[in-house]
């Protein structure tokens, strides 16, 4: 599902170069779970924001579903971004002033959802994520699991093919966040493709397959648990690079 071939990016700081991410190369294969770590400033939120679209590597390639991504106009990765990938994010990222069932509704607004199909599946997200009975509450009047909730049921709504989540539990309490991750996981096994991003390792490893990065390069690759579904021959042990 995901390709990335050597990928670099650079910032300038004057006229030295930041080197960011170093010549990364990964794959993640559909119905994966794979978790990102690595310390802080290691790249890992830079690279999920290449994975999801949202920031354009220096050099290298990038297919998504088999489609490559380098030519592309803002518009096209845009909307790109909105038919393909649900995003969760560790400060929740809900608009304060609109109520949970009106910010799961965003997106759907966005890629052109009619208002009345909107509200159904608004609903019916929250629902699954045990958030039907607080569709009218703003972001301020719940708790932090409700709030990842709400982001979650708004990141599932348009049905992405992939979902991406840079430390959702990170400013979650630690059973708070165990349920977010068992909810996660959950999200997995019904056969979403999910990258995962977390400095803890006690997160990390529930995850299928755990990718380690420091300084923008991968530095171990490990697999866990077999995707749901792939035929056992093709699995592959875990790899330390
Ligand atoms: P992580 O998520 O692993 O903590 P990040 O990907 O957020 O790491 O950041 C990696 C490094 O890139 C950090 O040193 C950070 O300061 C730098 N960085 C991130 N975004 C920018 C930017 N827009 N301009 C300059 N440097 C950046
Ligand atoms: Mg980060």
Redesign the pocket.
Known sequence: MIELRNIC?E?A?GAEK?R??DDLTLEVERGDLVAIV????????????TIGLLDVPTSGTYKLDGVSTEKMSDNQLAELRNKKIGFIFQQFNLLPRLTAIENVELPMIYSGVPAKKRRELALQMLELLGMGQRGHHKPSELSGGQQQRVAIARALAMSPALLLA??PTGALDSKTGIEVLELIKKLNEQGNTIVL?T?DLHIAENARRVVS?RD?RIVSDVRNAPIPGAPAAELKAGVTV
């Open positions: 990016k910032y700081r930041l960011i991410l690595g310390p802080s400033g290691s790249g890992k939120s830079t690279l999920m924001n840079d430390e991003i400095h990065i923008g």
